[in-house]
Every structure is written in C-alpha cells, then in structure tokens.
C-alpha cells in the first residue's frame, strides 16, 4: 500500500490554491521556454516584413519628429534641454512602461487557445514580454547615443545613469502589475482590452513627456506628482541631459508604488489562472 | 505496485450562462475566499443555472498501466482531462500525482506559422516541458519520425495538413513524462499515422513502462491499448475493470439506438389501399446490433383491398441518405385484412453505423402503392476483432465474401 503522505505525491491538483504563492522552481523548470518566447516575439513578428525590427527605431524617432514639430508650435518648453534629446529619452522611457503594461494585458485573451490545450506556467508569459520589451529598450536606448554624442556641448550626463538600472527595473513592475491585473480583469470584461489601449496614449498627456514637469506649478504639479511613473521618467531624463525635476520622495513613492502594483497584480493572476479557462 | 494518479471525489461544475454569480457583493466575496484558497462553493445550486461536468469521480491509476476513458460525447472524459492537464481547477475533490504528466490534447499546440518546422519543434517541446537540451538531444528522431526531414527549414504555414500533424505528434511522442494523457488524437491524419500514432503510444506503454491514459470512442484500440478501463456516464464514473467487460456495459447501457413503431388506425401512415400499423427490429442473438449479428425486421400493414400481384421493395439508406441497397420480396397474391412481412438481414453484411429503411409496397412489379419512407432507424456496431487496423472501414456494406487464395 502506497504511503498517503503529501511528500509522496510530486503534485497534489486542488480545486484553489493560494493566490500568493508563486512557484519559482516551476518557473525555473520552464526557463527555456521564456527563452523561445522571447524569441518567437522578435524572430515571428519580423518574418515577411519590408522593415524587419527596424521598426524599433522607426517609432521613436517618428514620434520624437511630431513631437518637435507639435512642441516648436505650442511654444513648449523643454527645460534647456535640445528638444529632440528630451523628447527622445521621455519616449524611450515610456515606451518600455506603456509596452509592457499593453502586452501583458493581453496574456489571456491572446493565448487563450494554446492556454486551453497544454500547461505550462502562465506567468511565462508576461515575463517573456518584459524581456523582450527589455531587448526593444535596449534597441532604443542605443538610437539616444549618438545624438547624446552630437549635442555633448550642451548637456550634462551625470552619475544618475548608474540608477538607470533601476529605473528600468521599476518601469517594469509598474508596467507588468498593471497588465496583469487588467489580463486577469479580462478574463471576464473582455472590452477592458481596449480601454488599456486609448487609456495608456492618454496616460502619455499625464506624463510629463511632451513638456517638462518643471513647466507645470501649484496644484498642476501636485497633481502630476501623483503620476508614479512621472519621478521615473524624470530621474532618466535627468541622468542623461542632466535636467530633471524629481526628489527622493517622489522616487520612493514611485519604488514602492511599482513593488505594490506588481504584487496586486501577481495575486489577480494567479487567482484567475486556475480557472479562466471557465471563463474567458 | 504503486499509484501514480489518485483522483478523489473530484467534482467539476459549470454556471451556465452568464458569467459570475450575478451580484458585486457575491462576487467579491467570492474573490476574497478564493484568494484566501478556499474551496470554491457554488452560489447557486439551482438546476437550470449549473452544468455538473464531472461528480465525485475516484479512481487510482497504478505505474505503468494502460488505463481508458470512455463514454458518451458529454460524459465528462475530456473535462476530467483538462483537470488531471491543470488547464482548469476541479470545484471540488482533489488528485494526487507522482510523476510528470504530459498531455496530448491536440497536436501542434502552439505551433507557430511563421517559424520554420525546426523551430517550431523546439518551442513545441518546450510547451510540452522538455528542456533545450532533450529536444536538442532527440532532434533527429524527432525530425525522422515525422518525414517532414525535406520540409524542416519552411514555415509550417507552407505544410500540407497532414505533415504538420505529422511532425506535431512526432514531437509529443518523444516527450519522455511518467504519465501521459490523449486525448483522441488519432481522430485527426490518416491511416498511416494513426497506426503509428497507436503503436508509439503501445510501446511507450509496454516497452517504456510508461504510465498512459487514453481517452476515445474507439473500442477496438481501446481494447488493445488498455489494461483497465474507466466507463463515465454524465459525470459519473459508472464502472472500472477490465476492457471487454466495461466496454460491454457501454454497448448496453446506451444500446444501439433502434426504433419500434405503432400506430393506431386513426394514425397510420398510408393511403386508402394500404397502411402502417407497426415496424420493429428483432435481434437474432444476444441484445446489440452487431456486424455479426443477423436480424430481422418485422413489419404489420393493414391491406384495405386485393392485390393479384403484391410485392415488398425494401431499401437502406445510412443517415447522411446515401442509398445502400435496395431488396425486393417474391410477388405473391394478397388478400385484403392484416399483412405481416419481415426481412431477413443476414450476418456479415452490414457495415457499421446508422440506418434508416423505407419499405414500398408494390403492384405488379412495378407500380407503387405506397412509400412509408424512414420507418424506422437502427445503429449497427462494429465488433471486429482485429488488433492490427483501427481505424473506419468504410463502404454502404461489408459482406463476409469467399476468397480464392493462390
């Protein structure tokens, strides 16, 4: 007779488990598989296209390009700083957030058939998502070089950019807790798809990208500083050209955001994980 | 020898139609137990709002062994499944596995169109739970299983069908889990790939040792695969034991559909000259309509006047209405009053599947009475007994023929 002890079985199937839980070594089990995710996004996306990944390059620099027509036109400040370089680095910073939090959104409903055939850890998903966005960043971040090069005489990177890391790490926790919350919202409310879409190029207006937040006073500023992302974009910018209005509450209450976020966003995954295959 | 697979009192239900129980304070109550991971309780026990899928569903599964699924379409097999895959959570009950389990629901899950067969090889593995490595390792079995070898640089969107089921199913069968499930993925390809779908999945069985649980409606490789055999009825588990006796009480409990009819005078089907009064089925031996069953079919007319030259003409058609035979009685001389005919139906002629006859009466050879068309409607089982093809064997008949040999 078989012992009935739970150290006997390699997996005991539950009708709830826990939401809080993640299963790292699973996650860790799957390792390969995050890496042909990542791979399936940039190789597959490009396959039969004119462009191919240049097309990392095209949108941030097209929208730099409106961007400097629209600011010339407002009279938009941009804080002493060469306006592309400052509409360039905003862009490339909320690029990686707006992403991560519009593709991981989509992580049920988009997969929902390969979901319903076969198991594999969900949250692979997302996590290969925020790589391969990190990999598009990275695309991005290179296009800034030269024209940090060419406008040198005027600018003053500093020792922020070591912090750049951690930006980008922070930028992603927003991102993904926010998508995963609106995937496990979607579950059920599919329309919520399309609110996350126009609702993050209307975020873009609340974030101090098309104009600095040093532009904004009083009860204007207040209200930006409420944006988490705003301190974020701020403290990249300001590493690179060396003008940037953040503080180090600011920085704190978007860290502490982020890691909140992610952790909301974790917990409404996984409990929708086991089941919205009823659902969605 | 040990369990591997211990399902207990396992439960699956469905709300029907909308989604959520119906209020924002239920809902988020409900939120709030199932974050805390309690079990799930069904807001509404009402009959008309839940689906019972699957309930209080308990077996064991023992290393190594072969166990079927069967029942009906809607018995609950691939929901039971899906559960023992983690692609949904039971509502209540739970199953306990020693072992990696690796399930075939469909094949070329997550196949990618624009990636080329070698890619997709890998990212299939991985889905599947197989390591860089081991595909990397199996690659050109892989790619030799399938005989896709020429193709294995193009796009799986350029294959034809029948290759990209090929090289799907020649990845999952070289996945190497404990357990594995299918899911009638021999329902899909041709007869060559369903011979080696079988045979890979008896050799993982027998030569690997290799716990299997495999769910299907055809009998026969269900007989040959399987050591134990679980019969699920509406979602319940309704029997276990071995194949010939649970596959018997599948026939029986869902006999071959079959019809009598009976009419009163007042209804009868016909016209001033003739009608309808009943129409059975008589079975030669045994309860169920088998292809090695004889069995007549009985008719009782009312004649309304006399007929110097009376004949029957009695024709098949399979439900799709594809004509299968025509038969037709000797002449004879009637008289006006009740009429009874009956048509023998030998042995090893039909072939399987579903019927419906028309019987005419007839004047003289050649002028119609009357046509009672479907009168009635049979299913016929197949009860072959080999063990090497399982796949249809079609035809409108499969009459038992002599054959010269040499």
Redesign the interface.
Known sequence: M?AEA?G?????????????RINFSELW??R??V??FV??DF??AY??TVLGPTWHIIQPIFTTMVYYFFGSIAKLSTDGVPSVLFYLTGIVAWNYFSSCLTKTSNTFVGNST???????PRLTVPISTVISNLLSFGIQFLIIIPFLIYFRGSIHPNLYILFIPVVVVLLAFMGLGFGLIVSALTT?YRDLTYLVGFGVQLAVYATPIIYPLSMLKGKWRSLASFNPVTALTEVFRYALVGKGTFSAESLTYSAIFSVVILCIGI?AFN?SE??F???V | M??VI?VEEVSKI?KLGQ??SGTLGQDVQL?ID???????VAASENDEDIHIALQDVSFDVKDGQAMGIIGKNGAGKSTLL???????????????????IA?L??VG??F?P??SGK?NI??NG????M??AEVKSKFDEIVEFSGVSKFIET?VKRYSSGMYVRLAFAVAAHLEPEILIVDEVLAVGDADFQKKCLGKMKDVSNNQGRTVLFVSHNMEAVKNLCSQVVLLEKGKLVEIGNPTTVINTYFRRNTNYFSHVNYDAANAPGNEKIALRSADIEIANGEVLEITTGFVINFEFDLKCDFEEFNYSLNVFSVTGQHIFNSQSHSFKASKGKLRAGCIIPPDLMNNGDYTISILAVSKESICIYNFESVLRFEIFDNRKSDKWFGEIGGAVRPKLDWKIG
């Open positions: 078989s739970k006997e079985w390699t997996q005991v199937i539950e009708p709830t488990e826990s939401a809080f089990r799957y390969d598989l890496a042909l791979r399936r190789i597959a396959k039969q390969i979901f319903g055939k076969v198991f594999f059920r917990i409990s086991k089941t295959m009823d659902t | 040990d369990n211990k469905y989604i959520g939120y199932r974050l805390r991971g309690k079990e799930h899906k559960i023992l895959s983690r692609i949904t959570a039971p509502t209540s009950g739970r199953i306990k596995i020693k072992g990696r399930s629901l469909e899950t997550g990618h624009d990636l890619e890998y990212l991985a889905i599947l739970g390591s860089k796009p």
